[in-house]
């Protein structure tokens, strides 16, 4: 039982560029999440999924895109990257229950966005 | 809408001294309230939770008891250790988000030995 597992741990990308960072579980948790990481600003939610086929925005959702095909993976996309994107990203699933809240959190994506 | 505020920080304890690190929410509905803890290099990992009002979390020696009617949920350590130094972050989630989670600006915590 792997968990939460990102690829990759670090990139380094130049303004324009796009990218895919991975997340995969293997919990078979129906909700998923991405997060990003910013120094002084805790964390905020970038897109959300409830299950396969389902997604929706969170608070920062501009300039990424995702989508679930299969309840195990749920990639972020950044399709231009800017150097405001440059940041931690989180990966998180939890069961989709109203009684099991916990969320679990893979080990974190390092983008630098020159 | 729904937010979270944690006290600032860095700070720094020698070891077994008391912790208290404070969150007060903000919410329209009735929240889970949760303590991560971020170990460094690492992703967040649950240290501790409550889903209703005078619910206790704890764990590992943490403690923070939900309080509606303050709406705060402050962590506590009897004795802290240098393997606690981490940054901790306070969230809640509303169950009718669907279960997202809105977190704190997280508190560094340094112990020194």
């Known amino acids: 039982n792997a968990g939460v597992t990102q690829t990759p741990k670090f990139q380094v990308l130049k303004t324009g560029q796009s990218m895919t960072l991975q997340c995969a579980q293997d919990?078979?948790?129906?909700?998923m999440s991405w997060y990003r990481q910013d120094p002084g600003m805790g964390l905020r939610l970038i897109h959300y999924?409830?299950?396969?086929?389902?997604?929706d925005q969170g608070e920062v959702p501009n300039g990424y895109n995702v989508s679930r095909s299969t309840t195990e993976d749920f990639p972020l996309r950044l399709l231009s990257a800017a150097p405001s994107q440059t940041s931690v990203y989180f990966c998180a699933s939890s069961y989709f229950s109203g009684r099991e809240d916990t969320q679990y959190f893979g080990p974190g994506t390092r983008l630098t966005v020159l | 809408g729904d937010s979270v505020t944690q006290m600032e920080g860095p700070v720094t304890l020698s070891e077994e001294a008391f912790l208290t690190i404070n969150c007060t929410y903000t919410a329209t509905g009735y929240p889970s309230l949760f303590w991560y803890v971020q170990y460094p290099g690492e992703g967040l990992q649950l240290l501790l939770k409550?889903?209703?009002?005078?619910d206790k979390g704890s764990n590992k020696g943490f403690e923070a008891t939900y309080r509606k009617e303050t709406t705060s949920f402050h962590l506590e350590k009897g004795s802290v250790q240098v393997s606690d130094s981490a940054v901790y972050f306070c969230a809640l989630s509303d169950k009718g988000s669907q279960g997202n989670l809105i977190f704190g600006k997280g508190t560094k915590l340094s112990v020194k030995p």
């Open positions: 999924s409830v299950g396969a086929g389902i997604t």
């Open positions: 409550a889903t209703k009002a005078d």
């Open positions: 919990m078979n948790h129906e909700y």
